[in-house]
C-alpha cells in the first residue's frame, strides 16, 4: 500500500478497490474480476494524471517531503560505485545528516556530498532528519577541498528541510559553517553539479548548493524558509502555510524562470516514490550531461563561471 497524501484521496479510493477485487479472486478463482480490475486501473491512471497536471505549490511540497521519496542513500547505491565515505570535521564530531565522501561514477572518480533523511524512526533520529549541525558542513567542506586538491569533481545531492536550529549547533558555530561551505563550493576549481532531489530548505540546503550547475527534481522545493516558517513569521499563523508556499515561488518551474536553477528532472506521473528506479535513472544522465561540459573547463574558467552566475542571480532579483 502506498502511503497517500490528503489530495491523492480520489486515487487511493480507486487504488483500494483494486486491491480489494484481486484479493477476492485469488480467494476464489471462479470470480472473474480481470474486466473489472482493468477499467480502475485505467481510470486511477487518469485521475493521477489530472491530478498531478495541475499540483499548486503547497502539495508539491507534500510530495517533496513524502517518506517513500527515494534519498540519498538510494541515489548513491544506484548509481556511484565504490562510495566510501568519510567520517568526522577534524574539528568536534561526526553529523550523520550530511554524507559526504568519494566514489566512481560512470567509470570517472568524484567526491559525492548529500543529506540523509533516514527511513524509519531510528535511521531518522541517526541523520538527525537530514538537517545538518555545524560539523557536518565542516565534513563537507573538507571533502570538497580535498576534490579541489587532487581535481576531482563534486556532486552534491540536496534534501533537507534546513539546518538544525538548536542551541548547541549555534554555539559551535552554525551561521559560519554554512557561510564557509557556500564560500568553499563558490572557490573550488573543478566541476561542481548539485541535484536537489527533495526539500531544499534555506542556508542548509545552499551551502552545498551553490554549483556550476544546478537541477531540480519536478516536484521538489527550494526556498529560504520553509512555507511554515515563513506563515509564521507574516502571519504568526503557521497553518497558512498554503498561502506561504504560492507566493514563495518554491517550486522548479518558478525557480527555473526566475535563472535560479538550470533545468529541471521530470519525475513519473505521482511522485518520484511511485517509480524511483526511473528517476534515480534520469537523474544519473542529468549530473553525467553536466560533468561532460564542464570537464571541458580549466579550473579558473569553473571558478569565474560559478561567482558570475550566483552574482546574476542577485542582481536579477533584485
Known sequence: MHNYLDFEKPISDLEGKILELRKLASEDESVDTGEEIARLETRARDAMAEIYNRLDPWQKTQVARHPARPHFDEYAKALFDEFTPLAGDRKFAEDAAIQAGFARFRGQPVALIGQEKGHDTKTRIHHNFGSARPEGYRKAIRVMELADRFEIPVVTLIDTAGAYPGIGAEERGQAEAIARSTETCLNIRVPLVSVI???GGSGGAIAIATGNRVYMLEHAIYSVISPEGAASILWRDATRAKDAATS??????????L??????????????HRDPESVVARTG?????????LNALSGDELRAGRRKKFLEIGRQIG
Open 197 to 199: 532531489i527533495g526539500e
Open 248 to 257: 514563495m515561488k518554491i517550486t522548479a518551474e518558478d525557480l527555473q524562470g
Open 259 to 272: 535563472g535560479i536553477i538550470d533545468g529541471i528532472i521530470d519525475e513519473p506521473v505521482g511522485g518520484a
Open 285 to 293: 544522465d542529468t549530473i553525467f550531461a553536466a560533468l561532460e561540459e
